[in-house]
């Protein structure tokens, strides 16, 4: 279990030696988490205008049809001559390119050991991010759909004056977040010191920005490099960057889960605020520890570089759903969720 420094909360079960094969119990829930991710209502990212309304039942449907049109089209455009080989080879289909110009897949999955999904996404384009909650079974949930709902509501709003940043505007809605998370920590007894991480990505005509509280993360993948973009607010990372401890000793430190900054543990908070042009062709990852903790930087690497191999035939929902499965298959001791951003259309105008 995730908890805050100040919080005194017993030690998330250590990962065990996790076997590589699937037995059929995983399977079993691969295929259930399968049909669960595709029978949810919002399958595709929204516009950051319509994102205040979630869509009704047979809105969703019609969302599953365009896109599995838009795929069916995609292959239909492939001429005779291509596919016999007599010409230049099909275009790979990545997927759909949302307002922002980024095609993206998501999961979200409980794991194998919590008993509920404490985790949660953000997917109102221009807008991206992950919650990671924390302080219990009720405050955890409540504390990530929290800052979900308050993040989406607080970027709808418009700029106080034309010129106003917008990577100061995304942190301004972060503090605002935090201070009402916090003061209904205060209200409820039972959520008191409840709390969540966040990661937020906000997409603008040609760069991005990423404001950051916690330990889950943004990654970029850019011209055959992966470089983590964020730095883990968590105890063990201190000490790494002080030259206490190694990164393969924070692996199984007996302080690992312990984060020292969080949204909504304390009346004011610090965010991080990176900012990074865009490029066409950038592949973005926002994930909880879920992910991070089973799955290596290597292993995340590797799959991501799938995504821009022409040679491949497998796109970016089957490479999301590699993550998940992959996670599952090495004990998923945490709720995982993440989102893959593939920059399609860098300049595309996102943000006005």
Known sequence: MKHRFRFSAPSRRRLQGFDAQLDQETIKREQEASELFHSEEEVTSQPLEQAAAAPAPEDAEENVTEREDAAQSSAADVSPAAAEGDAAPRTKYIGAIDSAGFSVAYRSDVGKVRANNQDAFILASPLYGVADGMGGHQGGETASAMCRDEMIRLMLQEKDEETEDEGERLCKAVRITNRRIFMKSLDEAGLNGMGTTLTALLAGEDRVWIAHVGDSRCYLYRDGTLTQVTNDHSMVMEMVRSGYITVEQA???????????????????????????????????????????????????????????????????????????????????????????????ASHGACS
């Open 251 to 345: 692996l199984t430190h007996p302080m690992r889960n312990v984060i020292t900054r969080a949204v909504g543990t304390e009346r004011s908070v610090q965010v991080d605020l990176i900012e990074k042009e865009r490029k066409q062709g950038d592949i973005w990852l926002l994930c909880s520890d879920g992910l991070t903790g089973p799955v290596k930087d290597d292993t995340i690497q590797e799959l991501l570089e799938v995504i821009q191999d022409e040679q491949s035939e497998l796109g970016l929902e089957e490479i999301a759903e590699s993550f998940l499965q992959l996670t599952l298959s090495r004990g998923a001791p945490d709720n995982v969720t993440f989102v893959i951003l593939v920059d399609r259309e």
